[in-house]
């Protein structure tokens, strides 16, 4: 804090009052007697470094293990170039960009962020991001709900990840009248099961609900689902937590979605603990209106440059007050940013050629695994992570971890019928040499 | 003619191409305007023999052809592009930024730093719970930091942004009703409210009733008396609402809210006027949402990331978002066993990213330092409005706390409107107020100046203030057209909406 006590003496005099305290007078005096705060004294930036760094010490996982951990956040490299563009305290200390004058930054970056997402999910129109991938999710059935309010219900493929459905749930709590029902998943193939799908496709479903690939791992066929739902007059919703993976399977929008949503984590943004990350949602212009979120828009200045603001925003809160689309302010800008400095990185080929990477080192792990005997869970398509059959994951996890090996995720936690069941995850961060070990491990106890 | 907006020289003797076409190019192209066949930006690691392809090993019919449109750049390109970008942008690290109800304080650089710790960004969220216990420490630190800051029992730090913080509340005041096997309808909020309370009432399924203020700008108790019912499950109050004033009879509110049973949702966006200074907890709320992006200083990075923890008293607890962090023997873990939660709001556990920078600031400022910024932030917002008195007086008679609502008689004597000053501003290097809010106060200049700017600055804004004042009586034309200095002059955003472009597309082929 800048001011001297000069400073305070000078602007309490312009003010007619003595002392600070003089200008809290007014709150009443039971609040202000019980207010002081019982926490401890301020200290020095090299205490504040001491103790923070201290807590990232006993974290140690973080460092030292070789880890096949995935399931909705992914392991992979950040180029320094999107730290550095990120770092820039002109993007990062900004606000909301409400002065487009001021905020063409902000804007056209957002509007890049948008273009991308189109381009990535084969879709029409993205709006500036979303908090996550989940709260995406359930921000899409809200909004096929307003785009069919007459229909009840709706339909969550069980291989959607446990905290997309728990958060779709939460969301949908105080809608009147919505009926959630799960669809499940394919024992053989672990994917959603069409079949079962097909049943409740009726004039009552309102959407559907499926991982792209889902949360075992397997990239489901997502364009079936979609007939079906169309079939029925329905909207076909996808989520795809691992974004690498649209670099090289086909795109939502190829397959016939309706509103392309996921978590973006994977373009350039740190694990972080599972946040911050950003959500995004792309889907067709005629379903614009009822689309939540920013949305930045093209439009030129009085001397008639190309120009950026943001648009369309009788949709939003600040407008439409409790008749707005959502109660959403902010998007996850600074992560949008990093995603758009990330894909516009990797490029056209780089990003395919991740992909291709991933999917390659996957399928040789499971290759090396299945050479020691290990199987895989489900027999469907996999992207970069695939199911485990395992008699006792749990020891298997245990048994890797002595070998500084994190192996994946046990799902049962999650999928009690799946108490077989381990998730591993392979990145390019991941190494070809990683794999002998960890079959090793897991045969140990097998 | 994606070379024209490369060197910003070019004269116009060159043919625009059809996406420039009416529109010429601005100060920076677009990142896919910069694009050239074939370039690329990063190296993968080269591929082994015996690596099969993507096609080979899913089927050609499971993949894509190609991703049409895509950048193809070199790094020094992208990061050029974006540097560039960066400089057409306001920031609070290089401009004054008094928005009103945004708190745009200075964001300490060390705790950016401090988040990037290789222990806490390359935490993968699934790591077994013995392994993270210096990340779970920080939560459970952060969440009792909060609760002393608040007054209140319990905290959780699982909502992503204020907003999504107050659906939170509302979804539990929600739970907590019908678990006692009543349903109420209704939420009250005050005519000051911002737009996000009654968005949120209507996303948690409650239908919002109108408070008015009284003329002074407080909600008075008896008001409150009339409205509530048994069909009201809560009010939600901001404090000090948006006129930057304390509401004076808030206990006298909590106490009628709770006497029918209801309860009063503290929206604490304006929390940076109350550290040290009155505890929610206190003045009777039965639940508070925090901005950490705002009294706690992360940075607003262009409208997020930010967190919005909520705070609670005891009655509520078992309705907070899961997961719950709990203590034994074994150290902290997380746990999702709880029958009366509301559930979810997001994936994983919260913004931890964020959570760490706020962690910092409060461990930097301690208990003492936290009180001081809110008595600065005070004094501040009353210097401004002092000073500005004469030309832009305040829309309330009453004492503000840290901002203040003015207004002014332009538009009436020389027809200059509030969004002309806030224009004309930029010109003077100064972001402007949040304007025309509240909706209370025709033409309301919302003024936020924060303990982190000096005496100077707010001295050089009052300057700019007056000069502005002037200018619009005596050559209010200049006023009209600010800004001029910009890289770029009045945006039309009618034009945005009516005709709406969101994103490029590739031009056709000549």
């Known amino acids: ?446 | 003619m994606a070379s024209a907006g490369r060197i910003r020289t070019i004269a116009s003797d060159e043919t625009p191409s059809a996406q420039e076409r009416n529109e010429p190019v601005s100060g920076v192209p677009l990142i896919f305007e910069l694009s050239s066949e074939g370039r690329r930006g990063t190296d993968q690691s080269p591929r082994a023999a015996g690596d099969r392809s993507g096609a080979e090993l899913l089927g050609a019919e499971l993949c894509r052809e190609d991703l049409p449109g895509f950048p193809e750049l070199s790094e020094p390109q992208v990061l050029r592009h974006f540097l560039r970008l960066s400089q057409l942008n306001f920031a609070q690290a290089l401009q004054f930024y008094p928005l009103g109800s945004c708190t745009m304080k200075y964001n300490p650089v060390v705790n950016d730093e401090l988040a990037s710790l290789a222990g806490l960004a390359g935490l993968h969220p699934a790591m077994p719970a013995h392994l993270a216990q210096g990340a779970l420490e920080l939560i459970a630190r952060m969440e009792a930091a909060l609760a002393e800051i608040t007054g209140m029992d319990a905290v959780s730090l699982h909502p992503a942004a204020g907003a999504q913080g107050e659906l939170t509340g509302l979804l539990m005041v929600r739970a907590y009703h019908r678990k006692r096997g009543e349903v109420r309808h209704k939420v009250i909020i005050p005519d000051t409210a911002h737009g996000t309370n009654p968005a949120s009432c209507t996303l948690a399924g409650f239908e919002v009733i109108v408070a008015k203020s009284n003329r002074r700008g407080y909600l008075e108790a008896a008001e409150v008396r009339r409205l509530v019912s048994d069909d009201v499950a809560a009010m939600m109050v901001t404090n000090p609402n948006t006129l930057g004033i304390f509401e004076q009879e808030i206990q006298e509110i909590a106490a009628a809210l709770h006497e029918r049973g209801a309860m009063l949702y503290l929206d604490g966006a304006n929390m940076n006027a109350l550290l040290g200074v009155a505890k929610p907890g206190h003045m009777g709320a039965d639940i508070v949402q925090l901005n950490l992006h705002k009294s706690f200083s992360t940075p607003h990075g262009g409208g997020g990331p930010g967190a919005g923890p909520v705070a609670v008293r005891k009655h509520l607890e078992p309705y907070l978002p899961l997961p719950r962090l709990t203590h034994s023997s074994a150290g902290y873990e997380f746990d999702s066993e709880r029958p009366d939660s509301i559930g979810r709001m997001r994936a994983y556990h919260n913004n931890f990213g964020m959570i760490v920078r706020a962690y910092a600031y409060i461990l930097a400022l301690g208990g003492d330092g936290l009180g001081m910024a809110s008595r600065l932030a005070i004094l501040g917002a009353n210097y401004v409005r002092t000073r500005l008195q004469p030309h832009f007086p305040s829309a309330t008679g009453e004492p503000s706390m840290h901002e203040c609502v003015l207004s002014h008689d332009l538009e009436k004597r020389a027809g200059v409107s509030t969004l002309e000053i806030a224009k004309r501003l930029l010109d003077f290097g100064i972001h402007p107020p949040t304007i025309y809010f509240p909706l209370v106060v025709p033409g309301a200049l919302m003024i936020e100046p924060t303990e982190t700017e000096s005496k100077e600055i707010l001295d050089s804004f009052v300057e700019a203030m007056e000069r502005i004042y002037d200018e619009a009586l005596n050559d209010p034309e200049r006023v009209k057209n600010a800004p001029q200095t910009l890289p770029v002059s009045r945006v039309d955003e009618a034009l945005a909406a009516r005709r709406p472009i969101l994103r490029w597309e590739k031009p056709p082929l000549p």
């Open chain 1, 1 to 446: 804090m800048p001011h001297t006590d000069g400073d305070v003496a000078a602007m309490l005099e312009t003010i007619g009052a003595k002392h600070l305290d003089d200008l809290i007078a007014h709150v009443p005096a039971n609040l202000r007697a019980s207010a002081a705060i019982d926490l401890e004294r301020g200290c020095s930036e090299a205490d504040v470094v001491r103790e923070i760094s201290a807590l990232a010490d006993r974290n140690t996982g973080a460092s030292g293990f070789v880890s096949f951990l995935g399931g909705g956040y992914y392991r992979h490299y950040v180029p320094a170039a999107v730290r550095a563009v990120i770092a820039r305290a002109e993007f990062a200390t900004s606000y909301t960009p409400y002065q487009a004058e001021a905020s063409q930054g902000t804007t056209q970056a957002i509007f890049e962020f948008q273009t991308l997402i189109t381009q990535l999910s084969a879709m029409e129109v993205a709006n500036a991001s979303m908090y996550d991938g989940a709260s995406a999710a359930a921000e899409a059935v809200l909004m096929a709900r307003r785009l069919m309010p007459k229909r009840h219900v709706v339909a969550l493929s069980r291989a959607l990840w446990p905290d997309y459905r728990a958060t779709i749930r939460t969301y949908l709590s105080a809608q009147h009248g919505i009926e959630i029902v799960e669809v499940p998943f394919d024992d053989v193939t672990g994917a959603t099961d069409i079949a079962a799908l097909d049943r409740i496709a009726n004039e009552r479903l309102l959407c559907t609900v499926t991982g792209y690939p889902n949360a075992l791992g397997i990239i489901e066929p997502l364009g079936s689902i979609a007939e079906t739902a169309h079939r029925a007059g329905a909207l076909a919703i996808s989520a795809t937590a691992e974004g690498i993976a649209l670099g090289l399977i086909r795109a939502p929008g190829e397959l016939g979605v309706d509103i392309a949503v996921g978590e973006g984590q994977s373009f350039g943004l740190p694990l972080q603990f599972g946040g911050p990350g950003v959500g995004f949602m792309a889907s067709r212009t005629t379903h614009l209106r009822q689309m939540p979120g920013r949305l930045v828009g093209q439009t030129r200045d009085r001397d008639g440059r190309r120009a950026f603001c943001l648009t369309l925003n009788t949709r939003e809160q600040h407008i439409r007050r409790e008749r707005a689309t959502s109660n959403i302010c902010t998007n996850h800008s600074l992560c949008a940013l990093a995603a758009t400095v990330y894909l516009s990185l990797m490029g056209r080929s780089g990003l395919r050629e991740l992909a291709e990477r991933n999917v390659e080192l996957a399928h040789r792990a499971a290759d090396v695994l299945e050479a020691s005997g290990i199987k895989r869970r489900f027999s469907g398509p996999f992207f970069n992570e695939f199911t485990l059959k395992l008699a006792n994951p749990m020891a298997a996890l245990e048994a890797a971890e002595r070998r500084q090996i994190l192996a994946g995720i046990a799902l049962a936690p999650d999928y009690p019928e799946l108490s077989d069941a381990l998730l591993v995850s392979v990145t390019e961060m991941n190494r070809g040499d990683e794999f002998g070990p960890l079959a090793a491990a897991i045969a140990e106890v097998r």
